[in-house]
């Protein structure tokens, strides 16, 4: 069997280098649980980032993906496959959206929203906040703020206009009538995990009642129970125009969807927006698996009460903490060094920035482990500033 450093050196020499890695090489997964390749045990604090709500190789979606790959795996929108149908029942259920478009990623299911922002309006502008990350498209990565990752690639998508996330005087004097829609993260999860403030959402939904704008919601990261709520908009009692959604939907398996209100599905028509993979039965079969899961599990009940816990101990170990549910940041001063002495500790976590820390661990994860993962972290910070 090769060892890490030889997997390592493989993946150097056919890999384009777009990625940080972390130099572990994952070999199989259980629970809130992974284990590389040299039989080393971690806990897991990432979840694929913010995917894996089930935990990792849940036995309710191994089976429904076992059982569905037998049966069928692809057959193209060119048809009517019954996952699909299902599915996009069960998700009127939960968001309250009316209808829906299954697409394969969390950008594709922006560029989907920004799409359908123009066509259901006529106009062209969009306004997204400061700190927002959207995905890598040319569509997503237009209403994306950090300029490292936009200017390689412009000229994008125009005009898009960028306002103080949480300020409400500023995105005031930025909205027009000339606005197709405004684009938000209900928590910014990349810049960090940081809430919307309730007043601040209020005034996008009172600006929409004077200008007709859209209000599009970026689930993709807050979806599927991470926050306490099937999703973040009912933390704010708001129903947008349209939620883009992925990460969660499957616990793992790639997939992404829209999800709209009447009034736009009502204007959208053949040929404006399509997906050969869309919604493919075997994706919306782990899909399916995922939503049965959560409600049978109460998982949303569990990141809410498992969430306060997590929140509060990370306050004490590091002073500060903000976030809801599970999904939960800390300010800290060597975050990257952080990750790395962790690792060494055998504890999954991710950095958003040189000072940031973001936690969004598997929706399953108990009270035990949480308290395992607390002292860790306890571990690593005395580490961290020992060096
Ligand atoms: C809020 C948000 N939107 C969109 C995306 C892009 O999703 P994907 O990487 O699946 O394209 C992400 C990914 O981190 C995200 O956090």
Not at 249 to 257: A, H, K, L, Q, V
Not at 297 to 314: D, Q
Request: net charge positive; hydrophobic share 40%; charged share 25%.
């Amino acid at each position: 069997m090769n060892s890490t450093e030889e997997w390592i050196k493989r993946e150097k020499d056919v890999h384009i280098q777009l990625y940080r890695r972390i130099p572990v090489v994952f070999e199989r997964g259980e629970g809130c649980w992974l284990y590389d390749v040299e039989g080393n045990k971690y806990l897991d604090l990432v979840a694929g980032i913010a995917v894996c709500v089930l935990g990792h190789c849940h036995p309710h979606l191994v089976k429904k993906i076992k059982n569905q790959v037998e049966k069928l795996i692809h057959t193209s929108n060119l048809y009517y496959t019954i996952p699909q149908i299902k599915l996009a029942e069960e998700l009127k259920n939960i968001t309250g959206m009316d209808k829906f478009f299954f697409c394969n990623s969390g950008a594709e299911a922006v560029e989907a929203t920004l799409k359908f922002a123009r066509k259901t309006t006529g106009k062209k502008k969009f306004v997204a906040f400061t700190g927002s990350f959207h995905g890598r498209t040319m569509g997503a990565l237009s209403v994306t703020w950090k300029k490292i990752f936009r200017e390689p690639f412009e000229p994008l998508i125009e005009p898009v206009v960028f306002s103080e996330y949480n300020n409400v005087e500023d995105l005031k004097r930025k909205i027009d009538e000339n606005v197709a829609a405004v684009i938000v993260e209900p928590i910014q999860g990349e810049a960090g995990v940081i809430p919307a403030k309730k007043e601040f959402i209020q005034e996008i939904f009172e600006l929409k009642e004077k200008y007709g704008f859209l209000v599009i919601f970026d689930e993709v990261q807050t979806g599927f129970g991470r926050t306490g709520k099937w999703f973040a908009k009912d933390h704010f009692k708001v129903e947008p125009d349209m939620i883009a959604m992925a990460k969660g939907i499957g616990s793992g398996f790639p997939m992404g969807c829209v999800g709209v209100k009447e009034w736009v599905a009502d204007k959208l028509e053949y040929g404006n927006h399509a997906s050969t993979f869309g919604g493919n039965p075997l994706a919306c079969s782990a899909a399916l698996a995922t939503i049965e899961t959560i409600r049978k599990e109460e998982l949303i009940k569990n990141a809410e009460k498992i969430g306060k816990l997590f929140i509060e101990g990370v306050r004490n170990v590091f002073g500060n903490s903000r976030g809801l549910g599970l999904m939960i940041g800390t300010k800290c001063e060597n975050a990257p060094d952080l990750v790395k002495i962790a690792l060494k500790n055998n504890l999954l976590i991710n950095a958003t920035s040189e000072k940031s820390l973001r936690f969004v661990p598997p929706l399953v994860i108990s009270k035990e482990e949480v308290e395992i993962a607390l002292e860790k972290l306890e571990v690593c910070k005395c580490t961290g500033q020992i060096k």
